[in-house]
């Protein structure tokens, strides 16, 4: 809380002449104290100021915002100072009719700590569970907006003026120039104590990091003082410091006429820039798309109530904890929000307490860190009193010291770590697990009537699938992966990135004499006023717009905010889909087979792909002729471009999937030149830029070039490519400028200069594996491509005889043939079916269609583990293939592993419309997913080994696999 101290410092803080100011403030205090209640609170000097700093106050709000925190220093034993004051202010009481903490309850890390703070009345209600040295984030979040309820107070009727206030308190960062400057325009005239208000707060506000600077290096005219900025900006704090190191390195004095210096100057003051738009996401737009996955008018209504524009009340908190927070049937919901809250990422290491919990490096956490390490030893501490409080009953249980303690311990560091266990990626102690654990340890004369240890965990967890439990027999007793966890490492996790900064894997070469890191920050947006949900600057991004199923697309920008919102179109999630004829009823988002295709509901319409299914075929004479291509067409390879960019195997194909005969042409997409004839006018140079595009050809014209003005600047580019000769330029444009040909982009390596030709998986022949990899394509097997690969799981021709395939792994993997390929391959592979009216609509958003590649890059950040990386084309049945796949040469088999978990993780953020993915776009366009993981023979020998008898098995697991395939 803001002691009495602190009161004083930021009312002299308005005089402009501080020691006068506490002096006058001083004479205040005293004489009240003769003729105020205050005088009953002498004997203790800290409840004496507070009863002062009330009395003396002219501000109803302000009186209220110091009763709330009255009782931390004047207890209610107190009750002739409550009593005095009381009866001086008429209408006040002990406790203030609202609490502003409501909103940052979620950030409490101690689920007992969650739920007192959702049912306080007051911050003195919550501390007396809540421990500040390990609720920090919760007590900072909690004195912001009750600073915050003070300030906007003086707003009155004017809304803009008290929603621009509120948007500067409702989050935990730096407060942007545009806030501040929205509050002195739509504020100055209404109330000036409230701009004041807000600007003792934000000038108070701590120094920004200097890392958040980092982007001002790049305005240095030369290299060598770019490099040391950015050097020194990463080592240095102190502003002195930084200062100091530039001007010795850059050998320039702080000019404001320098661009480096200018930048610096821009990003520490508050300039006059365009006012903010309104807030226009609610308290957490990210959690608003999760309460229409409710399955209950009721949770629906009560989260929507929650994450809209407004931060809620006690009770509605209160009603969605019983009713809600620990459904079964709202499972949808609530793992969406945990997404939210906390993402599933890979490993967990450096724990002190829950120790089983480390060194599992291709594992998902939600919640690996040092608060809920700590956070898991204070339930500990708590459960040995003897009860487990839960919103809907308390648990009794004997002494858990003595009762099983292990088993205790890995139930409160698996609530706290929170395993993404299966596919639900819930975090739920399996109903076994905990039937056991009551029945051995609950106290069982103090069950509630009627209540049994089996009535009890059908409450918490009604189920023992291992998909959609946590086995608690994996976490007692301690990962076998001790010597291996440096061979799948995880940068961003934790997160070493500034307040506000997303982490992504830096998969770029780094330049010589530049600082290197395994990972790279880029500046974010957050989803809401209250939001920790963060999307990265300058992309375009989905959210929820008013009803359920209402969204726009706005932009991230420069100025961490949402911005130029655009309204779509509502969809109908009530609607429900018929599917074989009137037998059976899909609700919105439902995935479901038809024969061999994958289909999904959406709003009423069933999408399917478009797999040719053997069973359809009923004579035997059919079967023999079955292909598994699209309409059955024959398996010949008479390749045919179409205007999505795509090559297809025949002319037979491309006219299955949709294109009609002008809207394709004989010939591989890759053999033609779309600069002739040059389609540029005379100023322009047309280079090649080939994409498979996913929306309407006769909507958006998918072309496979650019034009760029032949006159421009390529000096103060750095980003290396390699010409079609194997010859290195510093940038693209260079390499333009001199008439060279793009073969890849980043340095040039040494295996490609002579590399022989590679067919990927998209049918296409690429110059060698640099070009392959630059279009973000695997390949399928070296040479030209010359032929059809498999399509289904029936194959009764031998289209692939003649290719000769890679080597692949012998321990580790057990490979898969994507679709369309001829070659098994180590790797996780996604069969995606997507929206394509919905893409069609964010292409006319964007002015451009939606490629393969757009997809593509959007994934690839998602990937957190530098050791796999991320493929993908188009189909001939029209899906989205994606691959995860390893970048060693020859990779581990733990690698193959964490691969296949990249894939699984990304696989289950699709199927559930997970707002990690669905808030992005085109992501959101996603609509259904299929993944199909490598790594079944010995991935169990990798991990949880106990004992030399399980290890040898593993072993002749591994013999006898190799021996079956030799």
């Known amino acids: 809380m803001i002691s009495a101290f602190m009161w004083v410092m930021s009312t002299a803080a308005t005089c402009g002449i501080p020691g006068l100011c506490l002096l006058l403030v001083a004479v205040l205090f005293s004489e009240a104290l003769d003729s105020s209640c205050c005088y009953q609170a002498k004997d203790n000097s800290m409840c004496r100021e507070m009863c002062t700093q009330i009395l003396a106050s002219k501000s109803e709000s302000q009186q209220k915002h110091l009763l709330q925190r009255a009782p931390e ?164 704090r102190t502003e002195i410091e930084i200062v100091d190191n530039l001007i ?91 997404d939210v809250r906390e993402p599933c990422q890979l490993g967990c290491r450096n724990l002190t307490y829950c120790t089983n919990f480390n060194n599992r490096p291709i594992e998902l956490f939600r919640s690996c860190n040092a608060q809920s390490d700590q956070g898991a030893m204070n339930d500990m501490k708590l459960w040995e009193k003897g009860s487990i409080k839960m919103p809907f009953m308390n648990i009794p249980v004997l002494d858990i010291r003595k009762c099983h303690p292990e088993m205790w311990k890995a139930i409160a560091c698996s609530l706290q770590i929170k395993p993404c266990h299966g596919r639900s990626r819930g975090s739920i102690i399996c109903k076994a697990d905990c039937v056991e654990i009551l029945r051995k340890c609950g106290d069982h004369s103090k069950f509630p009537e009627s209540h049994t240890a089996e009535s009890v965990c059908e409450m918490l967890s009604s189920t023992d699938d291992t998909e959609d439990c946590i086995p608690l027999e994996t976490y007692l007793r301690s990962s076998s992966l001790d010597n291996e966890v440096e061979d799948v490492t995880h940068p961003c996790n934790p997160n070493p990135c500034p307040l506000n900064h997303l982490c992504e894997v830096n998969r770029k070469e780094c330049l010589p004499g530049e600082p290197c890191l395994p990972y790279s920050c880029a500046q974010g947006c957050k989803l809401g006023e209250a939001s920790d949900f963060l999307v990265r600057q300058g992309t375009l991004i989905q959210v929820p717009s008013g009803e359920v199923g209402c969204y726009k697309i706005c932009t991230c920008g420069q100025s961490g905010t949402l911005e130029n919102c655009m309204e779509l179109n509502c969809v109908d999630l009530q609607k429900s889909c018929i599917v074989g004829g009137q037998s059976k009823s899909m609700y919105h988002g439902t995935s479901f087979k038809v024969d061999c295709n994958i289909c999904s509901c959406v709003a009423g319409t069933v999408r399917c792909s478009n797999r040719q299914c053997l069973n359809e075929i009923s004579s035997e004479d059919d079967r023999t002729m079955f292909t598994g291509l699209p309409c059955n067409c024959a398996d010949k390879f008479v390749p045919v471009c179409g205007q999505n960019g795509r090559s297809y195997p025949s002319a037979c194909i491309a006219r299955c999937v949709g294109l009609l005969d002008h809207q394709f042409e004989f010939g591989l997409c890759s053999l033609k030149d779309p600069c002739n004839p040059n389609p540029c006018v005379k100023s322009q140079r047309c280079i090649t830029r080939r994409q498979v595009c996913l929306t309407s050809v006769e909507k958006f014209e998918c ?51 002579s590399g022989e030709p590679v067919c990927g998986h998209n049918g296409e022949t690429y110059r060698n594996v640099c070009s392959a990899y630059y279009d973000r394509m695997a390949v399928d097997y070296y040479g030209r491509c010359q032929d059809v690969g498999i399509f289904s799981d029936h194959n009764f021709h031998t289209e692939c005889s003649s290719v000769q395939c890679p080597p692949i792994p012998k321990f580790g993997c057990k490979p898969i043939i994507p679709p369309g390929a001829c070659c098994p391959l180590c790797s996780g592979v996604l069969r995606i079916l997507y929206d394509k009216e919905k893409l069609d609509t964010f292409a006319k958003i964007k002015k451009m269609p939606i490629s393969v590649m757009d997809i593509l890059q959007k994934i690839r950040p998602h990937i957190s583990v530098p050791q796999c990386d991320v493929f993908g084309y188009l189909s001939v049945e029209s899906e989205l293939v994606i691959l995860v796949v390893p970048v060693d040469v020859h990779p581990k088999a733990i690698q193959i592993e964490a691969c296949n978990k990249e894939a699984e993780k990304i696989n289950s953020l699709i199927n559930s419309d997970s707002p990690t993915l669905a808030s992005q776009v085109p992501l959101s366009g996603l609509i259904t997913s299929e993944v199909f993981i490598s790594s079944t023979v010995n991935s169990d020998c990798t991990k949880n080994i106990s004992d030399m008898l399980y290890l040898c098995l593993c072993l002749l697991l591994n013999i006898l696999y190799m021996f079956c395939h030799l």
């Open 73 to 236: 220093y004047c207890p209610s034993s107190m009750t002739d100072v409550w009593n005095c004051m009381n009866s001086s202010l008429p209408g006040a009481s002990k406790k203030s009719d609202g609490w502003v903490g409501l909103g940052c309850c979620e950030l409490a890390i101690a689920a007992e700590c969650r739920r007192s703070c959702k049912q306080a009345s007051s911050t003195n209600d919550i501390l007396k569970i809540c421990k500040k040295q390990h609720e920090s984030a919760l007590i900072s979040c909690v004195n912001r907006n009750e600073m915050g309820s003070v300030c906007c107070s003086y707003a009155g009727r004017h809304t803009n003026c008290r929603e621009y206030c509120q948007a500067i308190f409702r989050t935990d960062s730096s407060p942007g120039p545009s806030q501040i400057k929205a509050v002195e325009n739509f504020c100055a005239s209404t109330s000036p104590q409230l701009v004041q208000c807000v600007n003792n707060y934000t000038q108070s506000y701590p120094m920004r990091n200097p890392v958040d600077s980092l982007y001002c290096c790049d305005r240095a005219e030369d290299h060598a003082c770019q490099t040391a900025c950015k050097r020194i900006l990463m080592t240095k």
């Open 248 to 338: 010795a390195a850059c050998k320039t004095m702080p000019l404001p006429q320098d661009p480096l210096w200018q930048c610096f100057l821009e990003s520490s003051v508050h300039p006059g820039v365009t006012i903010a738009p309104p807030p226009s996401t609610g308290v957490d737009g990210a959690k608003l798309h999760c309460c229409s996955k409710a399955n209950s008018s009721k949770c629906r209504e009560l989260c929507t109530k929650l994450y809209s524009t407004s931060w809620g009340n006690t009770q509605n908190w209160q009603k969605f904890d019983n009713e809600c927070e620990y459904n079964p049937s709202e499972s949808s919901m609530l793992t969406c929000l945990a």
């Open 703 to 753: 072309r496979q070039y650019e034009c760029i003005p032949r006159q421009i600047k390529c000096e103060h580019l750095r980003d290396p490519v390699c010409d079609s000769d194997n010859m290195e330029h510093p940038n693209i444009c260079t390499l333009y400028q001199r008439g060279k040909q793009l073969s890849y982009k980043g340095s040039c390596q040494h295996f490609c200069k």
